[in-house]
């Protein structure tokens, strides 16, 4: 199975904040692979545009040694290297005031796509619009890709969305999610809608709850100030968890276009349950014997910032009324595991006796690491000694479903970017979904911070506050383990 590589026209891509942490550890590392992939055609030009004097040998030299330490084994082909570096320009800009914009509108070519990639702090944004509008930048064929976060709240959200539209039309304006880039992500919409064994059974009568879980090993330090300005609530669950939510609930479109997948994920949004304060529970992690607890990390001793978050979710309507939706984000927890979890209701008899045991289906999408899906099967326990059974997963690692080209599968921004160059917005959030999942997010903190109590303390390297748990067992459930 050889994997289909379509060359795309040459274009250009300006990153914006080209010096940065993003662009050094994930765009760039993104973009050179494309290259070597043989995605871009000769004449296509990448411009780094950022605040530091490099001039383009400098800016090469720069992004030589950055694709050394995060571009992995393609580093090593120097042609290759060497070929890429050679597409890459340099522009000193301001984003807040007029140095650099009329390099840059002379550097771009007409008549061809350009995108302008706005990886630099979220204060920037309205003025980068502006500024590529104000000097003629912004034609047809152009578009904007915005990093998260996409506003604080529904307020900020609404300003920049309005701030950006008034510059570019919806169709150039790509609100970049990641998750939504992420191969697994992709395959449950083709595992939903690509098999006729799981949508007869996707709804409240057979899946007994749903369990999303993002958790990461990492603290927030290097990051403090944005992180403890925003919790997990704000740079974790408004986003990332609520798109996964979306793409598992959401009816099916009528066909894999962008308003069709938004609209349905726009409707899943609206149906959520407002969350009580019950419904959520927040934590922060402590310090342990080697690493710094929250407040170090992000130098405030009083700091009422979540680094955890779990919720209890419901969605109203015919579909999933009565099956609850558990959702749980977390840093310095136990293992670093993103999974959705679709568990089916136990089956309503056993013909095998109550010694048997009551046996229940889980659907597993597994998101990181060791990208792939298992089902959680019945089966008979081999061997002599009567009717005993035993759970076992039918197990689809990637890797070792599709050989080799498991192993060549863009990441996430590698397919988002080339996205944005095709012009396809399927995999990118429209204007009232964001406004949608902040207006859910917004009365939900309100509600945590009514309880007047900081975010509850838990231990570096478990799953959370004891209070998380107690979130799914008094609904007589269980969270699958957080374990390496
Ligand atoms: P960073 O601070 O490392 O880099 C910021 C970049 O912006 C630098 O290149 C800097 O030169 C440039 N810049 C700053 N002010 C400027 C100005 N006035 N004019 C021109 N250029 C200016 O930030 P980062 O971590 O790379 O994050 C960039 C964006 O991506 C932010 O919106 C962030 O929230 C988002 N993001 C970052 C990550 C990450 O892992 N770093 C993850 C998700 C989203």
Request: contains cysteine; aromatic residues 8%; negative net charge.
């Given at each position: 199975?050889?994997?289909?590589?379509?060359?795309?026209?040459?274009?250009?891509?300006?990153?914006?904040?080209?010096?940065?942490?993003?662009?050094?550890?994930?765009?760039?590392?993104?973009?050179?692979?494309?290259?070597?992939?043989?995605?871009?055609?000769?004449?296509?030009?990448?411009?780094?545009?950022?605040?530091?004097?490099?001039?383009?040998?400098?800016?090469?030299?720069?992004?030589?040694?950055?694709?050394?330490?995060?571009?992995?084994?393609?580093?090593?082909?120097?042609?290759?290297?060497?070929?890429?570096?050679?597409?890459?320009?340099?522009?000193?800009?301001?984003?807040?005031?007029?140095?650099?914009?009329?390099?840059?509108?002379?550097?771009?070519?007409?008549?061809?796509?350009?995108?302008?990639?706005?990886?630099?702090?979220?204060?920037?944004?309205?003025?980068?619009?502006?500024?590529?509008?104000?000097?003629?930048?912004?034609?047809?064929?152009?578009?904007?890709?915005?990093?998260?976060?996409?506003?604080?709240?529904?307020?900020?959200?609404?300003?920049?969305?309005?701030?950006?539209?008034?510059?570019?039309?919806?169709?150039?304006?790509?609100?970049?999610?990641?998750?939504?880039?992420?191969?697994?992500?992709?395959?449950?919409?083709?595992?939903?809608?690509?098999?006729?064994?799981?949508?007869?059974?996707?709804?409240?009568?057979?899946?007994?709850?749903?369990?999303?879980?993002?958790?990461?090993?990492?603290?927030?330090?290097?990051?403090?100030?944005?992180?403890?300005?925003?919790?997990?609530?704000?740079?974790?669950?408004?986003?990332?968890?609520?798109?996964?939510?979306?793409?598992?609930?959401?009816?099916?479109?009528?066909?894999?276009?962008?308003?069709?997948?938004?609209?349905?994920?726009?409707?899943?949004?609206?149906?959520?349950?407002?969350?009580?304060?019950?419904?959520?529970?927040?934590?922060?992690?402590?310090?342990?014997?080697?690493?710094?607890?929250?407040?170090?990390?992000?130098?405030?001793?009083?700091?009422?910032?979540?680094?955890?978050?779990?919720?209890?979710?419901?969605?109203?309507?015919?579909?999933?009324?009565?099956?609850?939706?558990?959702?749980?984000?977390?840093?310095?927890?136990?293992?670093?595991?993103?999974?959705?979890?679709?568990?089916?209701?136990?089956?309503?008899?056993?013909?095998?006796?109550?010694?048997?045991?009551?046996?229940?289906?889980?659907?597993?999408?597994?998101?990181?690491?060791?990208e792939g899906i298992d089902l959680d099967m019945t089966i008979k326990e081999?061997?002599?000694?009567?009717?005993?059974?035993?759970?076992?997963?039918?197990?689809?690692?990637?890797?070792?479903?599709?050989?080799?080209?498991?192993?060549?599968?863009?990441?996430?921004?590698?397919?988002?970017?080339?996205?944005?160059?095709?012009?396809?917005?399927?995999?990118?959030?429209?204007?009232?979904?964001?406004?949608?999942?902040?207006?859910?997010?917004?009365?939900?903190?309100?509600?945590?911070?009514?309880?007047?109590?900081?975010?509850?303390?838990?231990?570096?390297?478990?799953?959370?506050?004891?209070?998380?748990?107690?979130?799914?067992?008094?609904?007589?459930?269980?969270?699958?383990?957080?374990?390496?």
């Open positions: 199975m050889a994997s289909r590589i379509i060359p795309v026209d040459p274009f250009d891509l300006v990153v914006f904040g080209g010096t940065g942490d993003l662009a050094r550890r994930k765009i760039l590392p993104a973009l050179f692979r494309r290259y070597c992939a043989g995605q871009m055609q000769d004449g296509t030009r990448i411009i780094g545009a950022a605040r530091a004097e490099y001039d383009t040998e400098g800016y090469r030299a720069f992004v030589h040694d950055e694709l050394v330490e995060f571009a992995g084994p393609a580093a090593q082909d120097t042609d290759q290297v060497a070929g890429f570096l050679d597409i890459l320009d340099y522009v000193a800009i301001d984003a807040d005031g007029e140095l650099g914009w009329s390099e840059l509108s002379q550097m771009l070519s007409e008549e061809r796509v350009r995108a302008f990639y706005f990886s630099v702090g979220p204060e920037l944004f309205g003025g980068l619009a502006e500024r590529l509008h104000r000097h003629g930048m912004a034609h047809g064929e152009s578009r904007i890709v915005v990093e998260k976060p996409f506003g604080h709240d529904q307020a900020t959200a609404r300003r920049l969305n309005e701030t950006l539209a008034e510059h570019f039309e919806e169709v150039q304006i790509y609100r970049i999610d990641h998750y939504l880039g992420k191969e697994t992500v992709q395959n449950l919409m083709a595992i939903r809608f690509g098999n006729m064994l799981f949508e007869p059974l996707w709804n409240s009568q057979y899946v007994d709850h749903i369990q999303i879980t993002v958790a990461e090993t990492v603290g927030v330090a290097g990051r403090g100030e944005y992180y403890d300005n925003a919790g997990a609530m704000r740079d974790m669950v408004q986003n990332h968890l609520m798109q996964l939510l979306c793409l598992i609930a959401m009816e099916p479109p009528s066909k894999f276009d962008p308003d069709a997948l938004r609209d349905e994920k726009l409707k899943v949004i609206r149906a959520l349950d407002p969350a009580g304060q019950d419904d959520i529970v927040l934590g922060q992690y402590r310090a342990d014997a080697t690493r710094p607890g929250y407040h170090e990390d992000v130098g405030d001793p009083d700091s009422t910032t979540e680094s955890f978050a779990a919720l209890r979710l419901q969605i109203s309507n015919w579909r999933w009324a009565g099956t609850p939706i558990y959702v749980r984000t977390g840093k310095r927890l136990r293992a670093r595991k993103s999974e959705i979890a679709v568990v089916f209701k136990e089956t309503p008899h056993s013909i095998f006796g109550p010694e048997a045991g009551r046996h229940r289906n889980i659907l597993t999408i597994r998101l990181q690491p060791n081999p061997g002599p000694g009567g009717m005993r059974l035993v759970d076992v997963p039918l197990d689809m690692t990637f890797a070792k479903a599709l050989g080799p080209d498991a192993e060549d599968v863009p990441d996430a921004y590698e397919r988002l970017i080339m996205d944005v160059i095709r012009g396809n917005q399927t995999l990118f959030m429209r204007d009232d979904e964001v406004e949608a999942a902040w207006a859910w997010i917004d009365p939900a903190i309100v509600e945590c911070n009514k309880r007047g109590q900081p975010p509850l303390p838990y231990d570096a390297g478990s799953s959370g506050p004891e209070e998380a748990l107690a979130l799914m067992h008094r609904d007589g459930r269980r969270w699958r383990e957080i374990k390496p």
